[in-house]
C-alpha cells in the first residue's frame, strides 16, 4: 500500500513539473532525447536542419524573451511578383538599348571620314549603357533565384510546425521566433554552448486561426550563431523585404 501511494506520489509530481516546463524546454528536451537514442525520425520531424550532438549531458540556460513578427511569406511573395515585373519592364529597356547599339554600329560600318570619329564614340557610349542595362536584368534574375528559394525555405518551416501545405499564399497570421541556450558536455568532456533556433507559426484565414507547434530551426554552436550574425545580410538570401513586428 505504501509502495502504491509512494509511486502515486512520484508520478503526480512528474506531471507537475512537467506541466511547469516552458514549451521551449519541453521541445528541446525532446530532440536531446531524440539524439540521446539516435532518434533520426524524430528529429527530423522537429527540425528543420536536423543536426546530431553526441553529448554526455545538457542543461538549459535562461531563454531568451519570444519575438513575434508578422508571417514573413506573404511579403516575400509580393516581393517576389513585383521583382518578376520589375525585370519584365528592365528587359524591354535592355532590348531597346540593344537595338540602339546594333543600329549604330551599323551605321559606323558605313561611314566614312570625319563621322566615323564621332560614330565610334556613339557605339562606345551605347555600348556602355547596354551592357549596365542588361547587367540589371541579371541582377533582378539573381534577386529572383534568392527570393523563390527564401519562399521555399518559408513554406517549408511553416509545414513543419503546421502541418499545413496546401494554398500557404492565402494565409496571414504570426511567426514566434525564440531563441534558447544551452550548455552542453560532449563525450570528450568538452563543454560547450548550443543555440536552439525555435519557431512557431499561427495561420490566420477567413476569421480562423490555425496554430503550429514549437520546430527547431538551428542548432548551432555559440561561434556558429555568432558567425551568422554577422554574416546575416548575405545568409538570408531576402532582398529588401520589411519585417513589421507584431505589437502585442
Known sequence: MRKSILLLAVLSLMVVLSSCQKAEEVTVTKYFQAMEHN???????????P???EYKSYEILPIDKPVTKELELPAL???????????????????EKEEALSEAKDELDEARGGRKAELQNKVAKLQAESDAETQKVRTMQLDINKLKKAIDREKALITLSTALSENLEMFTGETTSIK???????????VKNYI??????????????????????KLLT???????????????????????????
Open 39 to 49: 532518434d533520426r525520425d524524430t528529429m527530423a520531424a522537429m527540425a528543420y536542419e
Open 51 to 53: 543536426k546530431d550532438i
Open 77 to 95: 511573395l509580393k516581393k517576389l511578383a513585383d521583382t518578376e515585373k520589375g525585370k519584365k519592364d528592365q528587359v524591354s529597356i535592355a532590348i
Open 180 to 190: 534558447v541556450t544551452t550548455k552542453v558536455t560532449l563525450q570528450n568532456n568538452e
Open 196 to 217: 536552439f533556433l525555435l519557431r512557431k507559426d499561427a495561420l490566420k484565414l477567413e476569421g480562423k486561426q490555425q496554430l503550429g507547434r514549437l520546430v527547431i530551426v
Open 222 to 248: 555559440a561561434e556558429e550563431y555568432d558567425q551568422s550574425l554577422k554574416q546575416k545580410d548575405e545568409d538570408s538570401g531576402v532582398p529588401d523585404v520589411p519585417a513589421k513586428e507584431v505589437q502585442g
